[in-house]
């Protein structure tokens, strides 16, 4: 057994809190000897939920905050305001290294904002992006930035071309993954200010495996592993998924009620269908990884159920296993040494 | 019977002219007597086509354009370098007055350009937004901008509300309609700087129903009429809708595929599918009108088939019959003294 990877995981965060992250910590202890969680959050009800399983006791330890940062809050007040927020008590384990890594379904802007705040960024990054993995028709895609800093420049999208790349091959297992910009056109000449300025500088780097722009009508067909853009376009094609999806779905369900030859047929393709719908649903992927931190913060949906919060806390175990931090330092510190 | 509306058809554009260019000619001049069509495009071909068809001779003319704007060339290159090509012949009519609208099915760029170019922008248009209709859970949409002309103003996006509530309400024939702001929260504070920047001067626009921001994961649900965003956005939009149920459709038809008894429910779900499929296809709806322009001009989709170009020609007789163009000029100086 190699080196335990030690998890916080917020207690407090998410629609089902506590309930779904405690229960997924017990399945993620249950299931790799590798990783051990502390549950922070408001003690009493993380101990009765807690009460409710078997798990080995050496392995997740409770650790109390008191506080809870609501979805709504402003980000930057809220991690300011509440010290005791299971939150910032979690973060803090990991700038201290006291913990390895975060898992947290609560609000999306504090854990980012927290994120950069108390685990602090890789030397040389310049911004951390947000990267969730999304469905496509030949497997998962990396969506990277999706995160709440937005009118990114150049310099950005390169780095987060390299670290996502990084991250595919190292922890998704894609060899020489495929990296492609988002634009409105597969001409080089097409695009914005920034994709303008952007393309012949990913078409520059040596060291990862650039394939040019993608149109999103492509990107659901699988045609690149890590799909680049600033966070206001990643945002917009993250939640376009989510929306046209579930919008889909409820028409063809809507549309299968019509007829009893077609009510007949729902009952026969339902099962079929459920597994097929749950492969393109972008919750079902819901652990998004900030990239370029020096601890590990990954950021479960907000609905998030226990196993969706477990795949998070085991994918902190591959991320630390893999030393993508490691290489992400390195391979920007090899980049500048090339720039020179 | 009212005025004639004279539409100048590109009979070249799109993947399957002359052939659906004609029928949809036909058809359109069958179903509406105050329809005239010029079919545009290489004389023989044309003559060809139409030979096929039963049709009011005096409502269809034939006229010669030897050349043809493919989708590959550069736009601004091709109509100044072919002056006789389709797309160039039948904007020069709108431009002289010969003709009221031009409709094609071909190079977006070529349209978007050549319509700039030669129908001219309205007098206090700052920039023509070309504006698709999307299909949601409740009807259609506007999408505006997905143009060719990222890196808008504020100023811009305002008047791009304004002409797509004008373009919802005299054509749709939705009353009031909802127009939001495409943005990656519903917070005021929320966005990139153009988002925030605009906000502000559109809450402040007394003369249409703004509804707020619109996170990208609620236009499929259909919660407002306009969805408002700069091109390079509404594109990343636009193809996403027609990329996702794209690849979402052949996922649910393979997963039927996968058993027997999914196999037979198929067979009987299929007729009710199949009409839920067509309500959602984008390229269904593909008439997208260019406004602001002193000409009619409406872009179809490359692969449209006569049905959607004809519906691309009768919206230019209730397009001339609303007087939209009247609407933009008015309500433009309205704003303006209003400013005052």
């Given at each position: 057994m190699s080196e335990q990877v030690r998890v916080a995981v917020?207690?407090?965060?998410?629609?089902?809190?506590p309930a779904e992250p405690v229960k997924a910590a017990v399945e993620a202890v249950n299931a790799s000897p590798a990783i051990s969680v502390f549950l922070v959050g408001r003690e009493q009800a993380v101990q009765e939920e807690l009460g409710k399983y078997q798990y080995p006791q050496d392995r997740i330890t409770v650790v109390d905050a008191q506080e809870v940062i609501e979805t709504g809050e402003p980000p930057v007040h809220a991690i300011r305001a509440k010290k005791d927020s299971s939150l910032v008590v979690a973060l803090t384990m990991v700038k201290k290294g006291e913990a390895d890594a975060f898992v947290s379904s609560g609000s999306t802007g504090a854990v980012l904002v927290g994120g950069q705040l108390y685990a602090g960024k890789i030397k040389g990054v310049e911004r951390a992006p947000l990267a969730p993995l999304i469905p496509t028709a030949k497997g998962v895609s990396l969506l990277?930035?999706?995160?709440?800093?937005?009118?990114?420049r150049p310099s950005h999208l390169i780095q987060f071309a390299k670290m996502g790349s990084i991250y595919m091959e190292?922890?998704?297992?894609?060899?020489n993954p495929r990296v492609a910009l988002v634009n409105i056109?597969?001409?080089?000449?097409?695009?914005?200010a920034l994709v303008k300025e952007t393309y012949p500088q990913l078409k520059a780097c040596q060291d990862i495996n650039f394939v040019g722009s993608i149109e999103a009508r492509d990107i659901p067909a699988g045609q690149a592993d890590v799909i680049v853009c600033e966070a206001f376009v990643g945002n917009v094609i993250l939640k376009l998924y989510e929306g046209l999806g579930a919008t889909l779905i409820s028409k063809i369900k809507k549309g299968m009620m019509t007829s009893l030859r077609s009510k007949l047929g729902a009952l026969l393709v339902k099962p079929a269908l459920k597994e097929t719908l749950k492969d393109f649903d972008v919750t079902e992927y819901g652990g998004a990884p900030l990239l370029g931190l020096k601890g590990l913060v990954v950021k479960t949906h907000g609905s998030a159920k226990a196993v969706e919060i477990k795949n998070g806390i085991l994918q902190c175990a591959q991320f630390k296993q893999a030393d993508i931090i490691g290489k992400i330092q390195n391979h920007l510190m090899v980049t500048k040494k090339e720039d020179m």
């Amino acid at each position: 057994m190699s080196e335990q990877v030690r998890v916080a995981v917020d207690a407090m965060g998410g629609d089902f809190a506590p309930a779904e992250p405690v229960k997924a910590a017990v399945e993620a202890v249950n299931a790799s000897p590798a990783i051990s969680v502390f549950l922070v959050g408001r003690e009493q009800a993380v101990q009765e939920e807690l009460g409710k399983y078997q798990y080995p006791q050496d392995r997740i330890t409770v650790v109390d905050a008191q506080e809870v940062i609501e979805t709504g809050e402003p980000p930057v007040h809220a991690i300011r305001a509440k010290k005791d927020s299971s939150l910032v008590v979690a973060l803090t384990m990991v700038k201290k290294g006291e913990a390895d890594a975060f898992v947290s379904s609560g609000s999306t802007g504090a854990v980012l904002v927290g994120g950069q705040l108390y685990a602090g960024k890789i030397k040389g990054v310049e911004r951390a992006p947000l990267a969730p993995l999304i469905p496509t028709a030949k497997g998962v895609s990396l969506l990277i930035d999706c995160g709440a800093n937005v009118d990114a420049r150049p310099s950005h999208l390169i780095q987060f071309a390299k670290m996502g790349s990084i991250y595919m091959e190292h922890v998704v297992g894609i060899k020489n993954p495929r990296v492609a910009l988002v634009n409105i056109g597969a001409e080089e000449e097409k695009g914005n200010a920034l994709v303008k300025e952007t393309y012949p500088q990913l078409k520059a780097c040596q060291d990862i495996n650039f394939v040019g722009s993608i149109e999103a009508r492509d990107i659901p067909a699988g045609q690149a592993d890590v799909i680049v853009c600033e966070a206001f376009v990643g945002n917009v094609i993250l939640k376009l998924y989510e929306g046209l999806g579930a919008t889909l779905i409820s028409k063809i369900k809507k549309g299968m009620m019509t007829s009893l030859r077609s009510k007949l047929g729902a009952l026969l393709v339902k099962p079929a269908l459920k597994e097929t719908l749950k492969d393109f649903d972008v919750t079902e992927y819901g652990g998004a990884p900030l990239l370029g931190l020096k601890g590990l913060v990954v950021k479960t949906h907000g609905s998030a159920k226990a196993v969706e919060i477990k795949n998070g806390i085991l994918q902190c175990a591959q991320f630390k296993q893999a030393d993508i931090i490691g290489k992400i330092q390195n391979h920007l510190m090899v980049t500048k040494k090339e720039d020179m």
